[in-house]
């Protein structure tokens, strides 16, 4: 049987990646920072006392390709978020290794932009700090706000963010980071929010993201975004990978073990 792969460009190698975060149980107050100097001594002699291990990836392995679209299921709590924080170099592997071709590029639901500030200048910050000259954001700004539809029903794009509801920042998120090409675009729940005609904009630029050779993570809880934007689907629960394979197949299977 031939190797589908060979010849595909790979973006991103997960190796047997396990995540594990530490959170502490101990209470603040008096003394704290004593307590908190005892648990640093304490650091690699065993379990530290008042801190709790929550493994939130477990041994995860998969190989993305340039030009895939792959959509990330599970129930809450199973380590979509988690493993996307991992691909984009913003949570440390406890074991295991990821390898990325390019930058990978997070966005996120809650991707921080700056509240007190316009729309306008959260544009050319959020370009900015992509990469993009201050030419190419003047270049795109005006699509970026049409694609947005921040301004339907006002020039809310010259008020401040902390002025516009979930779903219009959330929006304006999207369109500044899909402005861009990207070598590999990690998005987190974005295409929740809007309405319909808002994701169909959504997902067709996300085909576009695709035939520029580019490699596009999805994680939603909406199946039909799932279906109508991805070719392989991911699904992870309780921090393992059940399945990876083609969308229908995996996602009718999930469906099946969820609706069961």
């Known amino acids: 049987m031939a190797d589908k792969t060979q010849g595909r460009v790979p973006t991103v190698i997960a190796d047997g990646v396990h995540i594990v975060y530490r959170v502490n149980t101990g209470g603040a107050g008096k003394g704290a920072a004593t307590a908190a100097l005892s648990k640093i ?5 065993g379990e530290e006392r008042g801190v709790r291990r929550v493994h939130a990836v477990r041994g995860v392995s998969f190989t ?11 129930s809450n709590g199973s380590g979509k978020s988690t493993l996307l924080r991992a691909i984009a170099g913003l949570l440390p592997c406890e074991e295991g290794k990821v390898y990325t071709d390019g930058q990978p590029s997070l966005l996120g639901v809650n991707a921080a932009l700056m509240n007190d500030l316009t729309g306008e200048r959260n544009i050319v910050l959020g370009g900015l700090a992509m990469g993009m000259s201050r030419e190419q954001i003047k270049e795109r700004y005006q699509s970026i706000v049409d694609f947005s539809g921040i301004n339907e029903k006002g020039d809310f794009i010259s008020l401040p963010m902390r002025t516009y509801s979930s ?13 861009k090409d990207h070598d590999v675009l990690m998005i987190d729940e974005a295409l929740a929010t809007g309405d319909r005609s808002f994701q169909v904009r959504s997902e067709d630029r996300i085909r576009e993201l695709r035939e520029k050779a580019g490699t596009v993570f999805l994680v939603s809880h909406n199946n039909k975004s799932i279906r109508d934007t991805c070719d392989r689907v ?13 969308t229908e197949e995996v996602v009718s299977a999930y469906e099946k073990a969820t609706n069961g």
């Open 41 to 45: 001594l304490r650091r690699n002699k």
């Open 64 to 74: 993305a390709y340039r030009g895939e679209a792959i959509g990330l299921i599970g």
């Open 167 to 179: 779903g219009m920042a959330a929006r304006l998120r999207f369109s500044i980071a899909a402005a």
């Open 234 to 246: 991911l699904w992870l629960e309780k921090g393992e990978l059940l399945m990876d394979g083609p």
